[in-house]
């Protein structure tokens, strides 16, 4: 296999494609790189398709290796293990703008491997593995409409960036992952700080400037090193059953369509699938074919409903939100809780409190970092009314909980005003319909119910679209069906102020600016309709914590006396620690969090670290605990690591003989400082306390 490069100016350094030197054993491999960050991707192709396969196989598989970092793994294992939260949501970014582009019926197998070979520390390779996997299936032989052209804009100082740096992404109010086609924008992936749609639009405008030369870069590759495209079958209804199945099924779906309960729509297809299954499957006709006949006409009924009927399934008119109501406070001994509903799809969510012990180590390719806020998103099967095996997190629950939590992330106070770990779990109850926005709604009740001062409340909404030609329909608050059957999955979040966070996933090549630009203004004004029913629950947080979660007081030291408070190998925080049970955080300005749920152990622990790292003074009462005893006295500790001798003439106020008359080792009491020699050496004086009480 012949070598080939091509690069192309991107942002502010090179882009380079190189194909035909390693991994020539897939269908398409391509090696990306810029700057420092160097991306391997591919892409093979089964040759068969499964007996009985009536679905698209696409898998994608994102691997950052440490190495790539210069660094070994942590942990005993010493190599990297299941795929981290960072490579779920770099597969999830691959397959998103990709799995729409391959042919309709196409049932091959299909798998892209995305791995990390270098890391500059300044370039997220995402974005590389994006356009990698593109390049990739493009000079493959494997069938796919694309290319697809990726960018990261930022808007920092009120300029927009190109593939910024990592540096630079931590300073940027606005983070926006633009996908698009030669036919418009096909995914976006956003986080922002409370920005305007105006300014949010025109930071997709500069991402879709920029990636034309992409685009055109990739065909230029494509007719250099791409193989000619396999004849592959494609799994299609023939046209004779899909007309059978039609005929059947067409009359007794508009009845079951005029249905307005969920489940007795749900079940009426499900006993119409069955009756069409005894009458047509045969030798030449599956089960599955059957399924997927009858998708095929329950598509073509519903959006026909949509673009030429003008209505939906339920009776809403395209702009309407289903009915919500919220509740804040429904768990007794959580620190906030709230519920969520929104038509049929219903979240809880759970939010807690904790101390610097409960952060969050993220080990990365750009170095090591701590999470002070998480939110977890949890999707049990009876949700749906389904039963399933229940495991850890799916892809699908780490991605909707990512989106929920970088939505509520521009509104969450900074650790040096709230010193609090947070973490908020949303509990699918119910789902018929964007249930990730739902849990952004939750979320943010449950924080508010909590006493967080969060900024502003978020709300969250998805949009959906029909779109057949010229004619497009914009569909405010999708169900499940509009969702199935629809060309788009829309989904903004953000405050009154403005936007946190968008997400965009389509079925179709893309999408124009101008539509773009209708979508947002649609979602602006679903976001405020239900910031208002929020509000009818809760319209700011709560005063005070819940009596339930930690207090953590805060208080500063000199930075010289980090060590001394810390003592050797940590006795002397240990020592605050078993005392009172508290959790100490010492920070390395100074800070020293202290979180108890006990106010009295509280200020026992804040009392002992000031003993520590304040100066011993003349004249102060201590607290004090036998440690030795010696004939001539007893030697007392007055705070971790700090002791003092009462010589035996200053146990009482008479004539002691010996020490143990007086103490015994473990006897606390009050002591006086009396005096402090020149080697520092402290002395005590227990009668010269009592005298003093």
Not at 3 to 29: C, M, R, Y
Not at 196 to 220: C, I, M, P, R
Not at 636 to 645: D, H, N, S, V, W
């Amino acid at each position: 296999m012949q070598e080939h490069t091509l690069k192309t100016k991107f942002g502010k350094a090179d882009i380079i494609f190189e194909t035909g030197k390693i991994a020539k054993q897939a269908n398409g491999s391509v090696m990306v790189s810029l700057g420092g960050t160097v991306v391997l991707v591919t892409a093979c192709m089964s040759k068969e398709i499964r007996a009985g396969q009536d679905f698209f196989p696409l898998t994608v598989e994102c691997q950052e290796k440490t190495y790539a970092a210069g660094r070994i793994p942590g942990g005993f294992f010493k190599r990297e293990g299941r795929p981290s939260e960072s490579e779920i949501l770099t597969a999830r970014l691959i397959d998103r703008p990709i799995r729409p582009l391959f042919p309709k019926g196409f049932l091959n197998e299909v798998q892209i491997m995305a791995i990390v070979l270098s890391s500059d520390g300044e370039n997220d390779p995402d974005i590389l593995a994006v356009n990698g996997a593109s390049c990739a299936l493009m000079i493959s032989d494997i069938p796919f409409g694309g290319p697809v052209a990726c960018c990261r804009v930022a808007r920092l100082d009120n300029q927009f960036i190109l593939n910024p740096t990592y540096a630079e992404l931590e300073k940027a109010e606005l983070d926006v992952v633009v996908a698009l086609t030669a036919k418009g924008i096909i995914m976006l992936e956003s986080r922002g700080r409370e920005v305007s749609e105006d300014v949010y639009l025109e930071a997709v405008k500069f991402g879709y400037d920029n990636l034309q030369g992409l685009l055109h870069v990739q065909e230029e590759f494509k007719k250099k090193a791409g193989k000619p495209k396999a004849e592959v079958a494609l799994k299609l209804i023939s046209p004779e059953l899909k007309k059978n199945v039609e005929a059947a099924a067409t009359g007794k779906l508009k009845e079951i369509y005029k249905l307005t309960n969920h489940d007795e729509r749900v079940e009426q297809v499900h006993l119409l699938t069955k009756e069409l299954e005894e009458k047509y499957v045969c030798e030449d006709c599956t089960s599955a074919d059957i399924n997927m006949a009858l998708d095929e006409v329950q598509k073509a009924q519903i959006r026909h409903k949509i673009l030429v009927e003008n209505a939906r399934l339920d009776g809403r008119g395209f702009r309407d939100v289903r009915p919500i109501t919220c509740q804040v406070s429904v768990l007794p001994r959580t620190h906030g809780s709230a519920l969520f509903t929104r038509g049929q799809t219903q979240s809880l969510a759970v939010t807690t409190l904790g101390t610097g012990e409960d952060e969050q180590l993220i080990e990365a390719l750009e170095g090591e970092k701590y999470k002070t806020f998480m939110l977890h998103y949890s999707f049990p099967p009876f949700s749906v009314g389904e039963t399933a095996p229940v495991r850890g997190p799916g892809r699908r629950e780490i991605g909707h909980g990512a989106l929920a939590e970088k939505s509520l992330l521009a509104v969450v106070p900074a650790k040096e005003k709230f010193p609090y770990t947070i973490r908020v779990v949303s509990e699918i109850l119910e789902s018929n319909g964007s249930s990730s926005m739902a849990t952004v709604c939750a979320a943010a009740l449950s924080l508010m119910d909590a006493g967080v001062p969060v900024k502003d409340p978020v709300g969250g909404i998805a949009l959906g679209l029909v779109k057949e030609g010229e004619k497009a329909v914009i569909l405010t608050d999708i169900a499940g069906l509009e969702d199935h059957f629809g060309d788009m999955d829309f989904k903004v979040a953000g405050t009154r102020k403005g936007m946190t966070a968008v997400q965009l996933d389509l079925k179709i090549e893309g999408i124009s600016v101008e539509l773009l630009k209708d979508c947002l203004a649609q979602s602006k004004e679903a976001r405020t309709f239900i910031l208002d029913k929020m509000s009818e629950a809760i319209n700011a947080p709560r005063p005070e914590l819940s009596s339930y979660a930690p207090r953590i007081e805060m208080l500063k030291i000199n930075q010289d006396k980090i060590g001394e408070l810390i003592g050797p190998g940590g006795k002397n925080v240990k020592a605050i620690i078993a005392a009172t049970g508290v959790s100490v955080d010492i920070q390395d300005d100074g800070t020293v969090l202290v979180g108890s749920t006990d106010a009295a152990k509280s200020a026992e622990a804040i009392k002992m670290i000031k003993t520590i790292v304040e100066e011993i003074a003349v004249g102060t009462i201590y607290n004090a605990k036998v440690k030795r005893i010696v004939n001539f006295g007893a030697f007392c500790e007055i705070a971790p690591g700090k002791e003092g001798l009462v010589h035996i003439s200053e146990l009482a106020d008479r004539f002691v003989k010996s020490v143990d008359e007086v103490v015994k080792l473990g006897d606390e009491f009050k002591v006086k400082v009396i005096g402090i020699d020149e080697m520092g050496r402290i002395n005590l004086s227990k009668k010269q306390a009592e005298q003093q009480k």
